[in-house]
């Protein structure tokens, strides 16, 4: 059975700083991993989605790399800014099913 | 509109009563799923339809959680007998192609309590 888990739980950094965000999964066997983004009362935003055959993506100031063998992706933001003031998500696509599996997310605060 | 609508946005609920939430995914969208997130967790995965198909309902905590796309482009989750383990978010996503090539784009979500 999938399971996703995200380090830390919970993040507070100043501005400026760059930071990485850790997503981790048990079963390789993944079509893609994808990271959102969510506001507090509102839904998913998607921010990057990395094909199980490719090792990153980027877009902006986010970079995401996906390496499977080990179960692991991360999610780069440079030169943060507080409106990244979030909690990001990652979730996993399992090969043979139809269905994300998600981690608990990462609570990120930037402060002015 | 251009995203994925949901409503209610708020829906307060007697113990008891019968709720159903409504998902207007992106036109043309095959895949559709529902997820329900309670606080400070992931969303947990409901169900999933390809067009008017569901596929699948491994999700769905009990036989009181149902859900529909009669026409493959509207779907509705509908709740019964609701109970105070019921309060989340309940989120919809729609995908433009089968399986898990593209891109999931999530509505606002319903946030239901149940008092």
């Known amino acids: 059975k999938q399971e996703v888990t995200q380090i830390p739980a919970a993040l507070s950094v100043p501005e400026g700083e760059n930071l990485v965000l850790n997503c981790s999964f048990t079963?390789?066997?993944?079509?893609?991993l994808q990271w959102f983004r969510q506001d507090p009362g509102k839904g998913l935003t998607s921010l990057l989605l990395?094909?199980?055959?490719?090792r990153e993506q980027t877009s902006g100031r986010l970079n995401a790399s996906l390496d499977k063998s080990s179960g692991r992706s991360t999610l780069y933001i440079a030169a943060s800014q507080p409106g990244d003031s979030a909690t990001y998500l990652c979730?996993?696509?399992?090969?043979?099913?139809?269905?994300?599996?998600f981690g608990t997310g990462t609570r990120l605060k930037v402060l002015a | 509109g251009a995203g994925v609508s949901q409503s209610p946005r708020y829906k307060v609920a007697k113990r008891g009563q019968d709720v159903a939430l409504r998902c207007d995914p992106i036109?043309?969208?095959?895949?559709l799923f529902w997820y329900q997130q309670a606080l400070g967790q992931g969303p947990e995965f409901l169900t999933y339809?390809?067009?008017?198909?569901?596929?699948?309902k491994s999700g769905l905590p009990s036989d009181r959680f149902f859900a529909e796309r009669p026409e493959g482009s509207v779907s509705t989750l509908k709740i019964q007998r609701t109970q105070q383990e019921d309060s989340a978010v309940y989120l919809c996503?729609?995908?433009?192609?089968?399986?898990?090539?593209?891109?999931?784009?999530f509505g606002q979500g319903t946030r239901l309590t149940v008092v």
């Open positions: 079963d390789s066997a993944i079509y893609n």
């Open positions: 990395i094909q199980s055959s490719q």
């Open positions: 996503a729609s995908s433009p192609a089968q399986g898990a090539n593209t891109e999931a784009f």
């Open positions: 979730a996993v696509f399992s090969s043979g099913t139809y269905k994300y599996i």
């Open positions: 036109s043309g969208h095959v895949s």
């Open positions: 339809f390809q067009n008017e198909a569901q596929l699948d």
